[in-house]
């Protein structure tokens, strides 16, 4: 059974609930956060959830990871669709990550139905709003599991 999984939150997300309610609901990330340590409780696993505005703080947080954390989820905000450093990031430290978007990215713009992140991730979950954290924290846990 893994000890820990590490939620990662990128750019903007700690704006949830203030702003654009119609995009991104009302839910603000303190509230996920909340709903993910007690859906983790439950599922008995720790859970670390943290959010950075900037490409640098993520790498570190997904570096770091490596000795900590059994799998990540990453809702890498708008870096989802332009960073290469991001995707190498999750490469290297080898551990299996599940993309994540409150939004559904592909029913939106063109320049956010590509993804970096897609092609190094076990799965992707969006469109779901914040329930989509808690559908991700079962997911990856049944990859877990499944050794697969
Ligand atoms: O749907 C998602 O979760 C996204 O990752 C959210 C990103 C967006 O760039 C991705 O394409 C999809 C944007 C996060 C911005 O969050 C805000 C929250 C409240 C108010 C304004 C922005």
Redesign the pocket.
Known sequence: MPSSILILN????N??????PE??GRTTLADIEVMCKTHAKQRGVRVEFTQSNHEGGLIDAIHAARATHSGIIL????Y??SSIALMDAISSVELPTIE??????HA?EDF?HQSYIARVAVGVI?GFGAAGYTLAIDALLGHLERGS
Request: aromatic letters at 4%; glycine letters at 12%; hydrophobic letters at 35%.
């Open positions: 990128g750019p903007n997300l704006l949830l609930g203030t702003r654009q995009v991104y809702n890498a905000g708008a989802t669709h994540l978007h409150l939004s559904n990215i939106r956010r969006c």
